[in-house]
């Protein structure tokens, strides 16, 4: 019996910002990117924003008993995007070192 990880659902907002197809598809390529360090992503809430000259993305992860969020600002949007995702596959990585070591610890014992 093999494990098939449930699809992760996105919620793309703009405020300031018009979200075509194409950036959609940017989010969700990035996002899909998350998945190969963390299967278990149950959805992510993305809000894209325009504030004078910088682009704001936040991403919100909502994970099995944890969330994990992040914001980065750039001047462009793409670039905000990919920031984020990279600030993102940080935390997960910081996420799963954590619960192995608690996981050789309690064996340890």
Known sequence: MSFEPAAMKVYIRGRNVRI???????????LDRLSRHY?????????????????IVDVTLHLPHRMVKAQER????DEAIDLVRDRLEHHIEKLKT??????????AL
Do not use: C, P, W, Y
């Not at 075509?20 to 990035?30: A, G, M, S, Y």
């Open 74 to 77: 750039s001047k462009g949007i």
């Open 20 to 30: 075509t197809d194409e950036l959609r598809r940017h989010v969700q390529k990035q």
């Open 39 to 55: 299967d278990r992503i149950l959805e992510a809430h993305v809000t894209l924003r325009a504030e004078r000259e910088l682009r």
């Open 98 to 107: 954590r619960r192995l070591e608690k996981r050789h610890a309690a064996n």
